[in-house]
């Protein structure tokens, strides 16, 4: 089987929208809930729904796939699982270094929906001496100082960061020196990296906000501008702030269009 280092996908080279690139791991997972339970085809509206999103824009991101389904009958789910499975990359192995073992790290190691979706953990690493050699998920810790080699032998190209905000750069930087051309970053800081680079960013406070600006909004209008309700429900000025800025920043941001979250 193919590794992460033969081979990238050609959605870019191929004109396909980052924001379609972002929206094609929504279809993959509804398709693959009607496949398993034998679904055969399914209508562009019924996907649209399962995905949530509208029928018009999935048809346009299947454009770019060079799928148009069959008027009356809908599109083949188990093609499509293939088409877009290959268009992700997601027909080879993909090698990854989790960096940073801690509550969160140990969690992303034990997550089992990796293996599943093409993605291999071929390593976990830590900078806490203690820590080397204690199995985490079935996988021997290794300490920073194998970093690099950990990279080059394994063909790893994709490196998850789940450390301190404060050692996240410094890793990223040693990631990228190694070879690795993306990164799952969920370090609570903003990385730096060179153009070719790749950075998803999870950020659970950041959606946590963005929840409270929806919930001050609900409450602000079940109240109405005669109830005399503050426009932050009681809630500090400051987070509301916050909120409406990142509600903004997952319209467009550094890292891509739409935030990067852990799949279902």
């Not at 972002?22 to 339970?37: C, F, G, I, K, V």
């Not at 499975?85 to 270094?97: F, K």
């Not at 702030?241 to 941001?253: F, I, L, N, S, Y």
């Amino acid at each position: 089987m193919a590794t992460g280092r033969t081979h990238r996908p050609a959605t870019r080279s191929r004109g396909i929208p980052e924001a379609t690139v972002a929206r094609l791991p929504l279809y993959l997972r509804a398709l693959t809930a009607l496949s398993e339970r034998s679904v055969p085809t399914v209508s562009s509206e019924e996907l649209a729904a399962a995905a949530g999103v509208n029928s018009a824009k999935l048809r346009k991101d299947f454009s770019y796939l060079g799928s148009y389904g069959t008027r009356g009958v809908g599109y083949d789910v188990e093609y499509l699982v293939y088409q877009i499975s290959r268009e992700l990359g997601l027909t080879q192995d993909w090698p990854v270094v989790i960096v940073g073992i801690g509550n969160l790290g140990a969690a992303l190691a034990n997550y089992g929906g990796f293996a599943s979706r093409g993605f291999r953990v071929a390593a976990l690493i830590d900078a806490d001496p203690a820590m080397a050699g204690k199995p985490v998920a079935g996988i021997a810790v290794q300490h920073t100082d194998e970093l690099e080699h950990i990279i080059e032998s394994n063909g790893v190209s994709i490196g998850v960061i789940a450390t301190p905000a404060g050692a996240a750069q410094q890793v990223c930087d040693r990631l990228v020196a190694a070879g690795v051309t993306s990164i799952l970053n969920f370090a609570p800081t903003v990385l730096t990296v060179p153009d070719g680079v790749d950075v998803r960013k999870v950020d659970l406070s950041i959606e946590l906000q963005i929840l409270a600006f929806h919930e001050q909004r609900k409450a602000g209008e079940e109240t109405g501008p005669e109830g005399g309700a503050p426009t932050t429900s009681g809630r500090p000025a400051a987070v509301a702030a916050a909120a409406e800025a990142a509600v903004a920043g997952e319209r467009k941001g550094p890292d891509g269009d739409v935030p990067a979250v852990m799949p279902a």
